[in-house]
């Protein structure tokens, strides 16, 4: 049973009593290419990310993680949401995409917006009555395991999320199911530039510890031919990728530590030992800091924003 949390939900019948994954016979990159390597099942990779985002949600939102705010907005403008569609937004954390979308739709058009974190949901909850928005239905859901019926929605997004998914090629299958003909898909993650040289000083810093140190997940779909790939071989077409800098300059060192305690390098840092902590957080801050300049420390948020759209006649 899937505990949701609604606004305004009365259309029950958007929900398939039986889903099936539509599986394509041929693609470029095979589905291994995006899972973890690593012996963890995927219901463990699940569940830790599940509690890396429960433990960040409440500072996910700080100022100094702006880029996703930015990024909502141009991710909602490149989608062109129309008045009355029906939008999917999936992984969608703390709701700054939904939120971006269902401002384009009006009074009868709406928003299902999911995710695996309990936390995010909480927090994307109260953003939506902040902002006083009553057409974004929220619910705790597998992007693997989408509980919607065949061809219901109009347009579907999913905002650095895709890259955490167990199997991706699965979760965008799913994605283009759940699609009308003619449905627009448009996801979001960092290219491989991205938070550069910034990250590299924290992995250089942090391999100095026996932890486990899974790959960067971004990564996975940091690279355009890689994501249209994705996209055409998962029965996409019409596809595209627009990059977008937007990036800015942090004011100190302590807003790097902000991004790094508030997002998913939580999960890392949580696995050293409090001496430890405290040792890396000086060694990498006092490193970080020699970047600043007069107008403070450089963070690189080179986005990549792909996008498809579902063929007016399905493929079967």
């Known amino acids: 049973m899937h505990k949701f949390r609604v606004l305004n939900f009365s259309r029950f019948a958007l929900y398939q009593s039986e889903f099936f994954y539509c599986r394509i016979a041929s693609i470029v990159f095979p589905e291994s290419h995006f899972q973890n390597m690593n012996t963890s099942t995927p219901e463990q990779i699940k569940q830790g990310i599940k509690r890396t985002f429960d433990l960040v949600a409440s500072g996910y939102d700080t100022p100094a993680m702006r880029y996703f705010p930015f990024s909502a907005d141009y991710l909602a403008h490149t989608l ?3 008045q009355g569609e029906r939008v999917l937004d999936v992984a969608c954390g703390t709701g700054m995409a939904a939120m971006a979308i269902a401002q384009m739709l009006g009074p009868k058009g709406r928003v299902q917006a999911i995710d695996i974190s309990n936390k995010m949901l909480d927090k994307a909850l109260v953003n939506i ?3 006083g928005l009553s057409n974004i239905e929220l619910h705790n859901m597998d992007a693997e395991q989408l509980k919607f019926k065949s061809q219901y929605f109009d347009a579907a997004s999913c905002a650095f999320g895709l ?10 299958k799913e994605i283009f199911r759940v699609l009308k003909p003619g449905g627009r898909f448009i996801f979001s993650s960092f290219s491989n530039q991205a938070f550069s040289p910034l990250v590299d000083l924290f992995h250089e810093h942090i ?7 899974p790959e960067t997940k971004w990564r996975l779909l940091s690279d355009e031919k890689t994501c249209l790939n994705l996209l055409n071989d998962s ?11 937007l990036g800015y300059h942090l004011a100190n060192h302590i ?8 997002s998913g390098f ?12 405290s040792k890396f957080k000086i060694k990498h801050l006092a ?18 924003f792909v996008f498809g759209r579902r063929p007016q006649e399905a493929a079967h």
Do not use: C, M, S
Request: proline share 4%; aromatic share 12%.
């Open 266 to 277: 939580r999960g890392i840092l949580e696995q050293l030992e409090p001496e430890q902590l």
């Open 235 to 245: 029965g996409f077409e019409q596809t595209q990728i627009d990059k977008q800098q």
């Open 255 to 262: 807003d790097w530590w902000e991004i790094l305690y508030n």
């Open 287 to 304: 490193e970080v800091d020699k970047l600043k300049t007069n107008q403070g420390i450089w963070l690189n948020a080179e986005v990549l």
């Open 129 to 131: 009555h902040k902002a």
């Open 80 to 82: 062109q949401a129309k």
């Open 163 to 172: 890259f955490f998914l167990p199997n991706i090629p699965k979760g965008v």
């Open 207 to 213: 391999g100095e510890y026996d932890i486990d140190i």
